[in-house]
């Protein structure tokens, strides 16, 4: 079992930053991939960024790529995504995930490759 725990969600003003972190307890963290994903309301949760079990892979979706970005600290055992340059159509709940098995990025995409989810933060950027 690993337990998510996302935290850094908030408001912000569009063109704003925000770094959220995902820490992760139970079993070792270095056994997963990472990804985070978000949920509008009304939409569909969808993919955002997955961070390979070592950091050294990365990959995000094309509506984040350039603004985003996606690290881990394996001592730490936790996840992270800065945000910057922030528009309002980012506004959604936004959730980090665990796979036990790397993915190609068509799969790595996918919310059934991850076998845990957090609970999910609030972001909202304002315009």
């Known amino acids: 079992q690993v337990q998510l725990v996302e935290s850094g969600g908030g408001l912000v003003q569009a063109g704003g930053s925000l770094r959220l972190s995902c820490a992760a307890s139970?079993?070792?963290?270095?056994?997963?991939?990472m990804g985070w994903f978000r949920q509008a309301p009304g939409k569909e949760r969808e993919f955002v960024a997955v961070?390979?079990?070592?950091?050294?892979?990365?990959y995000y979706a094309d509506s984040v790529n350039g603004r985003f970005t996606i690290s881990r600290d394996n001592a730490k055992n936790t996840v992270y995504l800065q945000m910057n340059s922030l528009k309002p159509e980012d506004t959604a709940v936004y959730y980090c995930?665990?796979?036990?098995?790397?993915?190609?990025?068509?799969?790595?995409?996918?919310?059934?490759?991850?076998?845990?989810w957090g609970q999910g933060t609030q972001v909202t950027v304002s315009s």
């Open positions: 995930a665990a796979s036990p098995r790397s993915h190609a990025p068509a799969l790595a995409m996918s919310t059934s490759s991850y076998q845990y």
């Open positions: 139970g079993r070792t963290f270095t056994y997963y991939d």
């Open positions: 961070i390979n079990w070592s950091g050294g892979s990365t």
